[in-house]
């Protein structure tokens, strides 16, 4: 199936505020869409809209293709160590995070160590080991890079250049730059209510 994502006319409301209305867009394989704004204005409760997790306050999403979501947090046991935490995923979606994917994200020497000592950058990539599982074609990645040293954020923006290249989509919510190519962008302070 060739993915697509289209928004219209999306609205979100946070307890009884009207966070963004009038926001569309399509995005087509291999694009990639930034989403940039100041604390609070939305972006990872755009990026819950878009996995299904957040009722929208008005407009629609449709997504072709199923959709991984790198939120703020990181979905593992913090008592197991990393490997067990990570193998319980994997039993039960078939998550692809073997040795292999594990040395990619610089976390074998890791599978040892309790989850909840990991650090901050460590975190990260673990995050991305189980919430992001190869063969899904759309990611929704909030702050996809904060946290990582220069090497894992190279890493990782390769993978997600392949990704796309692959006629992956990517929606990445940031408010800082991201160092990816051909990037389509959009600001939530221009869409406020
Ligand atoms: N469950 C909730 N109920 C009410 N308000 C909420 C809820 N969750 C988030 N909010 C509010 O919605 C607003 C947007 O939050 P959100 O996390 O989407 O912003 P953000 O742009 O991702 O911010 P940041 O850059 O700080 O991560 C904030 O003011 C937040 O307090």
Not at 71 to 92: Q, R, S, T, V, Y
Request: glycine fraction near 12%; hydrophobic fraction near 45%; aromatic fraction near 6%.
């Amino acid at each position: 199936m060739t993915p697509r994502l289209t928004v219209q006319d999306l609205a979100c409301r946070r307890g009884d505020r009207l966070l963004f209305r009038g926001l569309s867009f399509s995005l087509e394989p291999g694009a990639a869409l930034h989403v940039r704004g100041a604390n609070g204005t939305g972006k990872s409760s755009l990026l819950r809209i878009l996995a299904g997790l957040l009722r929208p306050f008005a407009g629609t999403v449709e997504a072709k293709g199923r959709i991984a979501l790198l939120g703020g947090e990181l979905p593992l046991d913090e008592h197991l160590p990393l490997e067990k935490a990570l193998a319980f995923w994997n039993a039960i979606d078939g998550g692809g995070f073997g040795p292999e994917r594990l040395a990619t994200l610089g976390l074998e020497g890791l599978r040892d160590v309790p989850v909840r000592f990991l650090s901050t950058g460590q975190r990260k990539r673990a995050a991305y080991a189980v919430s992001i599982p190869a063969g899904t074609p759309i990611w929704l990645l909030d702050e996809p890079l904060n946290g990582l040293d220069g090497h894992a954020a190279g890493v990782l923006t390769d993978e997600i250049e392949r990704h796309r290249d692959a006629g992956g989509i990517v929606v990445a919510a940031s408010h800082q730059p991201l160092p990816l190519g051909k990037l389509h962008a959009v600001e939530l302070a221009d869409y406020a209510a």
